[in-house]
């Protein structure tokens, strides 16, 4: 099983950028459906970003146009780029890995389900000031 550790976060200024990174042992990430997902407190997990084996990437529609994600098979790194960040982009964001391909495939038809995930990074707080 991959094992899956998130770095980048922090406290950043509204209206900025922030990269997160996702360092992945164990196992190959260009093999699985790389995903990202953020998390406020009190409120339920989502998928936010997800690249698969091909290079493919989806987006949930509230993160187009400001999150790119992208990955380094050489490094076996994911990376989460968020820009023109807002309060709202505060949250633990979390890498996870799903081998199969399913939840690439299920969240490009829509269904943001994630019960297919295999491994799990610990997350990563990212704090916007204003």
């Known amino acids: 099983q991959v094992q899956l550790v998130e770095s980048g976060g922090g406290s950043v200024q509204a209206g900025g950028s922030l990269t997160l990174s996702c360092t992945a042992s164990g196992g190959d990430i260009n093999k699985y459906c790389m995903t990202w997902f953020r998390q406020v407190p009190g409120k339920e997990r989502e998928g936010v970003a997800a690249i698969d084996g091909f290079g493919h990437t989806i987006y949930t529609e509230s993160v187009k146009g400001r999150y790119i994600v992208s990955r380094d098979n050489a490094k076996n790194t994911l990376s989460l780029q968020i820009h023109s960040l807002k309060p709202e982009d505060e949250a633990i964001y979390y890498c996870?890995?799903?081998?199969?391909?399913?939840?690439?495939?299920?969240?490009?038809?829509?269904?943001?389900?994630?019960?297919?995930?295999?491994?799990w990074g610990k997350g990563i707080p990212v704090t916007i000031s204003s």
């Open positions: 996870a890995a799903e081998r199969t391909g399913y939840t690439c495939y299920s969240w490009r038809r829509g269904d943001w389900n994630w019960y297919s995930i295999d491994s």
